[in-house]
């Protein structure tokens, strides 16, 4: 075989084995892929399990559903403000992060502290009575100056109780 033709197989056979590779990756990137748990749907329960004005915790999801005025919200449990996990505060009816003192409403709207809006989303759907989160997706929360919501706390908000159990 002659060297100019070795050269040029050679050179064919490497491009070829490039195209399959690129073809290969780019078949692996897009293909879909059936994933559980967060980041993908997950379904919250039914609908009619859930009574207007409460709140409900899903740990596979990471969010709360909270129904206020026949309208199903799952917000994400993470402040946005840095990231710590913001529990629902029962007495209060409110959102309250133990790490900065920041406070949203049953709706996620921003009341008061360091966050820079409101508690982010992700969407909701009803299948046949279902309740469905995509955990994939998030809506950024409502700035800071909108509030549809107006309700006084219920009671003693959850922040002051820990702060009167660290004095102690």
């Known amino acids: 075989m002659e060297r100019r033709r070795?050269?040029?197989?050679?050179?064919?056979?490497a491009l070829g084995f490039l195209g399959l590779e690129a073809i290969a990756t780019s078949y692996d990137l897009l293909r879909p892929r059936i994933s559980e748990g967060f980041g993908a749907a997950i379904?919250?329960?039914?609908?009619s399990a859930l009574e207007d004005g409460a709140v409900k915790y899903v740990a596979d999801g990471r969010f709360y559903l909270s129904k206020v005025d026949d309208e199903v919200l799952?917000?994400?449990?993470?402040?946005?403000?840095?990231g710590c996990r913001v529990p629902?505060?029962?007495?209060?009816?409110?959102?309250?992060?133990?790490?900065?003192?920041?406070?949203?409403?049953?709706?996620?709207?921003?009341?008061?502290g360091p966050a820079p809006r409101g508690?982010?989303?992700?969407?909701?759907?009803?299948?046949?009575?279902?309740?469905?989160?995509?955990?994939?997706?998030?809506d950024l929360g409502p700035s800071r100056s909108v509030?549809?919501?107006?309700?006084?706390?219920?009671?003693?908000?959850?922040?002051?109780?820990i702060g009167e159990q660290v004095e102690h």
């Open 6 to 13: 070795f050269i040029e197989l050679f050179w064919k056979g």
């Open 43 to 47: 379904p919250a329960g039914p609908e």
């Open 74 to 82: 799952a917000l994400y449990q993470k402040c946005t403000h840095l």
């Open 88 to 112: 629902f505060c029962e007495p209060s009816g409110r959102f309250e992060c133990p790490c900065h003192g920041s406070v949203f409403n049953r709706k996620g709207e921003y009341l008061a």
């Open 119 to 138: 508690m982010d989303r992700f969407p909701v759907t009803t299948k046949n009575g279902e309740i469905v989160v995509d955990t994939g997706s998030i």
């Open 147 to 161: 509030r549809t919501l107006d309700e006084e706390a219920k009671g003693p908000s959850c922040l002051e109780q």
